[in-house]
């Protein structure tokens, strides 16, 4: 799937606010600071689109863009360390977490996990409150272009075993650069394909 056109629709903190649910909707969400916006730009062909930061916590709204007419990309704030008061973390985590239980559109929310970490317990209770309220969700391994080739597989089969040891089976996975456009292809693909059988 190629993306053609990429526009901002809406920023807000409540569920109720959002788009009309009328279209597939897929969320991207992950620990400050892990390339989530980097990542969004590269797959919407944008330098811009999703603002970047190299202070922690920079997304603190559920911001919506419309992708070629037909579906919705969501930025979400991100979970874990941020450089802001408690009581604004705790109120994110609210909305976000409200978000992704009453959304109904919501096909799939992306998790985005720094690759060169060993698995955080921060990405692994996300991870598993997922799991417990049944929503679909993929992960994406982040900034596979810090890492050396052989390193790669390694670190991902860390957070296979991790994983493994409270599932049945993994969510699908991908790795991704977005300095390099690695993985763009194949999100991108998983997307169209489950908008193909919605």
């Not at 919705?72 to 978000?99: M, N, S």
């Not at 060993?118 to 391994?141: C, R």
């Not at 390694?154 to 991908?174: C, M, R, V």
Request: with cysteine.
């Amino acid at each position: 799937m190629e993306v053609k056109q990429a526009r901002f629709i809406t920023s807000n903190t409540s569920v109720s606010k959002c788009p009309k649910p009328d279209r597939p909707e897929y969320a991207f969400i992950g620990r400050s600071n892990v390339g989530k916006s980097s990542l969004i730009n590269m797959l919407v062909n944008s330098k811009s689109l999703a603002k970047t930061s190299s202070r922690p916590g920079k997304t603190q709204l559920i911001n919506h863009f419309l992708i070629n007419e037909t579906w919705y990309l969501v930025d979400l704030p991100g979970y874990g360390y941020a450089q802001a008061p408690k009581t604004e973390v705790k109120k994110w985590e609210k909305f976000i977490r409200e978000y992704i239980l009453k959304r109904e559109n919501l096909y799939c929310l992306f998790v985005l996990v720094d690759i060169r970490h060993d698995p955080l317990p921060v990405d692994l209770e996300f991870i598993e409150w997922l799991g417990s309220h049944q929503v679909p969700f993929a992960l994406i391994f982040t900034k596979s272009d810090k890492l050396k080739t052989e390193e790669i597989e390694p670190n991902i089969q860390k957070y296979k075993d991790k994983l493994l040891e409270k599932w049945e089976s993994l969510p699908e996975i991908f790795v991704s650069s977005a300095e390099k456009f690695t993985g763009k292809e194949e999100i991108l693909s998983y997307i169209g394909n489950i908008n193909q059988s919605a």
